[in-house]
């Protein structure tokens, strides 16, 4: 059974940094690109990040571009999402996703999400 598991969301003051996790479980997690998708309130879902099955290759929202950065451990089976310079309108809660291949193919899995307040 395929698992997908966020952890690291909170409240942080604007300009903070917070770092989310996915711990992926019940498939090969190396052979799979993975993908962060956020939904704010009252809002449509926003993919945030992509990142390919070996690492070498992401892309990320025109939002998000030189304040995120994401990264993933295969020997952990783990996704990462480093946040800085958040600002209100990165809240929203952030669920972490599998791809259907090595690429950026379809969405298949997903997590149950993590929410992330950025607030003063």
């Known amino acids: 059974e395929v698992q997908l598991v966020e952890s690291g969301g909170g409240l942080v003051q604007p300009g903070g940094s917070l770092r989310l996790s996915c711990a992926a479980s019940?498939?090969?997690?190396?052979?799979?690109?993975m993908t962060w998708v956020r939904q704010a309130p009252g809002k449509g879902l926003e993919l945030v990040s992509a990142?390919?099955?070996?690492?070498?290759?992401?892309n990320y929202a025109d939002s998000v571009k030189g304040r995120f950065t994401i990264s993933r451990d295969n020997a952990k089976n783990t996704l990462y999402l480093q946040m800085n310079s958040l600002n209100p309108e990165d809240t929203a809660v952030y669920y972490c996703?599998?791809?259907?291949?090595?690429?950026?193919?379809?969405?298949?899995?997903w997590g149950q999400g993590t929410q992330v307040t950025v607030s003063s």
């Open positions: 996703a599998k791809y259907s291949g090595s690429y950026f193919y379809n969405v298949d899995y």
């Open positions: 019940g498939f090969t997690f190396s052979n799979y690109a």
């Open positions: 990142i390919n099955s070996g690492g070498g290759s992401t």
